[in-house]
């Protein structure tokens, strides 16, 4: 197949084109640094030429609740448009789980708008809502990590690995649309505090963390908030054994 990647030169984007090209692929790359502007629609009609499916990975840095909005919207409605234009038959979206359980953070007000605009625009759609990324945690307390020492929300998180991620969305592109998909999560259930801590540890870091609900993430995101629900598909690799390949590769 012919399969385009929006948000090709990201880290779910790259490994996905990866695991296409293995299996055989024909993929296209759409991305501002490659000359396609998603924001204008610029590039996109001549990309999206022969292509059979698309998958979204795109994402925005982090800004207030309308611009999340206005970006994510707009860079979804081109996207549908081109498609349309070029005869695409199948659009993949890569979300986050939970995200309709949660009001107060920006980047999921984001999301749920390119959902709703995949649901109901033109193309075929599959929605695929992910849990967060091993690393998210070590991420996390970076945003506020000041003199060894960062504030961090005690979020339950069942962390999925990014390439086990590109694997679930390359089958999917592959297959016939199917709506909203199963949501995809790792295998065990996992504290963000003692993510943190256990991924500094392996870094060779010290650093004091202050769990706190009065930080970006709300007490709306506490609780079973961020766990998959019933009938999930649960990728295989652990978080144990991303550390231990973090460690070996000190």
């Known amino acids: 197949m012919r399969i385009a990647i929006a948000g090709a030169t990201g880290r779910i984007g790259s490994l996905t084109v990866r695991t296409l090209e293995r299996d055989g692929h024909e993929v296209v790359r759409i991305s501002r640094s490659l000359g396609v ?9 001549a990309a999206l030429v022969g292509v059979d499916a698309l998958i979204d990975t795109t994402n925005t840095p982090a800004m207030e609740r309308s611009s999340a909005v206005e970006q994510l919207g707009t860079m979804t409605r081109n996207l549908l448009a081109a498609e349309e234009r070029a005869g695409v038959r199948h659009h993949v979206l890569l979300s986050i789980v939970g995200i309709q359980r949660i009001d107060g953070n920006a980047h999921y007000a984001g999301k749920r708008e390119q959902e709703r605009l995949v649901a109901e625009g033109p193309i075929p759609w599959t929605v695929v809502p992910a849990t967060q990324f091993h ?4 991420m996390v307390a970076g945003w506020t990590e000041r003199d060894g020492q960062a ?13 086990d991620v590109a694997e679930v969305l390359a089958e999917v592109a592959t297959d016939r649309p199917q709506g909203r998909y199963a949501d ?4 065990d ?26 930080g970006v993430f709300g007490t709306d995101m506490g609780g079973e908030a961020l766990l998959p629900g019933e009938n999930a598909r649960i990728a295989p690799t652990t978080f144990e054994q991303w550390l231990n390949e973090q460690a070996a590769a000190r």
Do not use: Y
């Open 37 to 45: 502007d998603l924001l204008t629609g610029e590039g996109l009609d």
């Open 135 to 138: 690393d998210f945690a070590e």
């Open 151 to 163: 504030t961090i929300a005690p979020l339950l998180v069942r962390p999925v690995a990014p390439a």
């Open 184 to 187: 995809l999560a790792g295998p």
């Open 189 to 214: 259930t996992q504290d963000l505090v003692d993510m943190a801590r256990r991924t500094h540890r392996v870094r060779g870091r010290e650093v004091r963390l202050v769990p706190t609900w009065s």
